[in-house]
């Protein structure tokens, strides 16, 4: 069993739509939960960073965490085309030192 | 956020040739560098950690013979491809932190070997 499990899509949605990306671990020690966004042939650049259990929104973006299902989520409102990008879930271990665990990435299309 | 530069952003190679791809934390101290390695359509993998003066931790099954790590400084890592060999192509992509802090990508390099 992979320690992140991440569907890889692709997932195409129509601009406007509620977008909801997923990830499962296996190791309860894990305590940092990311997600990042990859545009093709760049570097990951950090959306939500969020420690344990819980929510946290940032405009369009709500990350959640359910650390009794090992289950992560974010949730993307009111889609847009240049959302569209390679979406990665990440999460690190008990102290934060930037070694993280990569899930396989969800390609998502948000079609105009 | 913190900006993370890595150099050079494309390189071809010739087989057996070496390769080196530069990491530099621009307006931080870096007390880590991860790099890590990104197939087609695939996730990254971690390869090594490096600690500014110290050897880097290689994650199992990296060669690190093939796969030189240098910390010199706190600002720069360096990763030299030995060898360099077609199966090496791939996207190879740096992190940096300062202890205890996340993480920042820089925006990758892409090496194809011939």
């Known amino acids: 069993q992979k320690e992140v499990e991440q569907d890889p899509g692709p997932l195409s949605v129509p601009e406007g739509a509620i977008v909801s990306l997923n990830c499962t671990y296996s190791?309860?020690?894990?305590?940092?939960f990311m997600w990042y966004r990859q545009y093709s042939r760049k570097g990951p650049e950090l959306l939500m960073y969020t420690y344990s259990s819980g929510n946290k929104e940032d405009g369009r973006f709500t990350a959640q965490v359910d650390k009794s299902s090992k289950y992560i989520s974010l949730f993307i409102r009111d889609s847009q085309p240049s959302d569209s990008a390679t979406y990665l879930c990440a999460i690190g271990g008990s102290s934060n030192t930037g070694k993280l665990i990569f899930g396989q990435g969800t390609t998502l299309q948000v079609k105009p | 956020g913190a900006v993370v530069s890595q150099h050079p952003s494309r390189v071809i190679c010739k087989s057996g040739t070496s390769v080196k791809i530069e990491c530099r934390s621009l307006d931080f101290q870096a007390t880590t560098m991860f790099w890590y390695r990104q197939f087609p359509k695939q996730s990254l993998m971690l390869m090594a950690t490096?600690?500014?003066?110290?050897?880097?931790?290689?994650e199992q099954g990296v060669e690190k013979d093939k796969f030189l790590i240098n910390h010199a400084s706190l600002t720069l890592s360096t990763l030299t491809v030995t060898s360099a060999h077609p199966e090496d192509s791939s996207f190879y992509i740096c992190s940096a932190s300062v202890q205890g802090e996340e993480a920042f990508f820089g925006q990758g390099t892409r090496l194809t070997v011939v």
């Open positions: 190791n309860s020690a894990f305590q940092y």
């Open positions: 490096s600690n500014e003066g110290s050897k880097a931790t290689y």
